[in-house]
């Protein structure tokens, strides 16, 4: 079992409390770790450590910073094995996917460190002739990240690598459920020689939490997570006017045309809705299939869910792994409950498996309607829901009648349909002939209630700076 310590100032601190949070495996349900809760004392000194050193961390030259990450994401690469076997034991992933997840955050931090000599601002002309004005991108200073459990090595170098390149510094609050990873990754930071106090990393409960964010020094904070977790961080930024970035929940429609090529949108939706057991932000949530087409989809998506198997990855990694916890699962089955009760048909899974872990099997339900909460609630497991329309105008209001607006799918064969649904699609990304992905050079950003600002490429980078402008007169 692992014993892991906070990460402050540029190493792991003895702890000042006796509160401890227990890890376990979804898979078993077996204790692994244990990691100190931090105190409000801890997390605030954490804090004031991270303002220190971007005091000199901010006036390093960009490309100096560059060098740094770089280092970092050598050591994320050389630790992969370590990290992902600490991500494998707490999250039920496989050692390969987890240590591809690590290498996978080696690339994006890499990514990062190219915007070293690209950290741009603007000359803009004035009124007067004798006269400049200059915009500077600068660094806000302590940037708080909010870590979920579902991909937690990714989604933490995802938000400090373009923290760190544009001079701001890191208190990390990982997801109670998967520390372990966040840990490993602190030894990378070690490993890479980087500066103390620029990366710090916690875990500790919502009350120390709430320390940490209201501190005078944090300027912005960044979350992934659910909307209810969006609106306590809304509540932490209005203490400081801190500047919140948040990337919350999702029900990612998918509209399938009459051309589409049915076998492979029936293959990439059961992928994507069982991958990590559909623990994605932008999984596929809901399915609206032409009538014409309808039963020959559902046929399909019926044979390839009851393909599926599913069970501890450590055994057989081409199994589909567990929900996070008890709590996800029984909250997943109430739902599909609730569907079946109010006239969706339940085509495949809908039960609890005996034994230990905390599995659920892969369920599709059919004849569901718009105004079902399985349809309008974010299930964040491996539930589907299939609807019919008559025409791409009837699709559009549909997958627009929505609380959420991260992704969307179109499978289509029609150019004209396409650029249509481009052009009205209320989502912050269209993926046209697959699921979604987060290329980290796009822009990784949601509509409506999923989210405030984003994450990835130029646009993500440039969350993690504020501006000054220099008037000029000569």
Not at 185 to 209: C, F, K, S, W, Y
Not at 339 to 357: K, M, R, W
């Amino acid at each position: 079992m692992r014993i892991e310590r906070n990460f402050v100032d540029g190493h792991f601190i003895e702890p000042a409390g006796t509160a401890q949070i227990a890890v376990y495996d979804p898979a078993t349900e077996a204790l692994v770790g244990q990691v100190s809760a931090a105190t409000a004392q801890e997390a605030i000194a954490a804090v004031d450590a991270a303002a220190r050193a971007q005091k000199t961390w901010g006036k390093l030259t960009s490309i100096e910073r560059g060098e740094h990450l770089r280092a970092f994401a050598d050591a994320l690469e050389a630790r992969a094995v370590p990290i992902g076997e600490a991500l494998a034991a707490e999250s039920g992933k496989s050692l390969d996917d987890a240590s591809n997840e690590a290498r996978y955050a080696a690339q994006i931090t890499r990514y990062h460190a190219e915007w070293a000599r690209r950290v741009e601002g603007e000359i803009i002309p004035s009124d007067t002739p004798d006269e400049r004005l200059f915009l500077h991108r600068e660094a806000i200073g302590v940037v708080a990240c909010l870590i979920p459990f579902n991909y937690p090595v990714y989604t933490l170098l995802r938000k400090i690598a373009p923290a760190l390149i544009t001079g701001n510094t890191v208190v990390v609050r990982p997801s109670n459920n998967t520390p372990l990873s966040a840990f490993e990754i602190a030894r990378a930071a070690e490993q890479a020689g980087l500066p103390a106090g620029v990366l710090n990393i916690l875990t500790m409960d919502h009350a120390t939490a709430a320390s940490l964010c209201t501190h005078k020094a944090v300027g912005l904070i960044t979350l992934t997570g659910s909307v209810n977790a969006g609106r306590i961080v809304l509540d932490y930024c209005k203490e400081n006017i801190a500047k919140p970035s948040l990337e919350l929940g999702g029900k990612t429609p998918v509209i399938v045309e009459p051309d589409a090529d049915l076998e492979q949108a029936a293959s990439a939706i059961v992928g994507s809705k069982t991958t990590h057991c559909g623990q994605l932000c932008t999984a596929v949530e809901r399915v609206y299939v032409h009538e014409s087409v309808h039963d020959r989809l559902l046929a399909l998506l019926k044979e390839k869910f009851a393909a599926v198997r599913f069970g501890d990855r450590a055994q057989d990694p081409s199994r589909m792994g567990p929900l996070v916890n008890a709590a996800a699962r029984r909250n997943i089955h109430a739902m599909v409950e609730r569907a079946v009760a109010a006239g969706a048909v339940l085509e495949t899974g809908g039960f609890i498996p005996q034994g230990p872990g905390h599995f659920y099997p892969p369920t599709l339900l059919s004849h569901c309607r718009q105004d079902m909460e399985i349809v309008q609630e974010e299930t964040f497991g491996p539930v589907l829901a299939l609807l019919s329309y008559h025409d791409i105008d009837q699709a559009l209001d549909m997958a627009n009648d929505h609380q959420f607006g991260l992704s969307s799918v179109l499978y289509s064969e029609n150019y004209r349909t396409t650029m249509k649904v481009a052009a009205a699609i209320e989502a912050g990304e269209l993926y046209v002939n697959r699921t979604p992905a987060d290329p980290y050079q796009g822009f990784h950003a949601g509509w409506k209630r999923s989210g405030l600002g984003g994450d990835d490429g130029k646009h993500g980078m440039l969350e993690f700076t504020q501006t000054r402008l220099v008037v000029m007169k000569y």
